[in-house]
């Protein structure tokens, strides 16, 4: 059973999630900025602009990073944080593109335990977020379409709070209850 009403706080994109996205086409689309923050301790500190901010320029989306003395680390960590903003945040309806069947087979039928280092984690969480928002989100439904267990999917979201409050939120506006 899907019903076609929407919260009115979704944020929605077209085809491709801009967290599936290849990270060449995703950067095009995000503005790099570098600047100071406070980071790690030292006789150096803040001396460089490590700190990196990184804005999807279509959704106004961020992330960043400024933990590390290395601004390629920093980098590479704040573009993932932003991948998973974005795919908790950003909800794209259609998910008929070919990346996004591979990545659902890939992971469906198992445990869809993606590790926090793995590039593809924020692109199934928001495949999993995609799918609650379609079946207006009943778990058990979603657990269904990816031949899995309700429990192994919300111990995903559950891994990142962002992750889990959203569904949340999304369970109350079809009035459920809340998962923990």
Not at 19 to 43: A, N, W
Not at 148 to 172: C, F, G, H, V, W
Request: a positive charge; charged letters at 25%.
């Amino acid at each position: 059973m899907v019903n076609d009403t929407k919260p009115d706080w979704l944020q929605t994109v077209s085809a491709p999630h801009p967290s599936r996205q290849p990270l060449d086409r995703f950067e095009r689309d995000c503005q790099l900025t570098m600047t100071r923050r406070s980071g790690p301790g030292g006789q150096h500190r803040n001396k460089t602009s490590t700190a990196i901010v990184l804005v999807h320029q279509p959704t106004q989306v961020s992330g960043e990073a400024s933990e590390s003395r290395s601004q390629a680390k920093n980098r590479s960590v704040a573009v993932q944080r932003l991948r998973l903003n974005l795919a908790v945040v950003i909800r794209c309806l259609e998910s008929d593109e070919e990346a996004d069947i591979e990545l659902r087979k890939k992971h469906a039928g198992r445990s869809v335990w993606v590790a926090e280092q793995n590039p593809q984690r924020p692109a199934v969480i928001s495949l999993v977020l995609d799918d609650m928002v379609r079946y207006q989100g009943d778990l058990q439904q979603v657990a269904k379409e990816w031949r899995t267990t309700a429990s192994q999917l919300l111990k995903l979201l559950r891994s990142e709070t962002p992750a889990i409050d959203y569904m949340n939120r999304l369970r109350a506006f079809y009035e459920l209850r809340p998962l923990r």
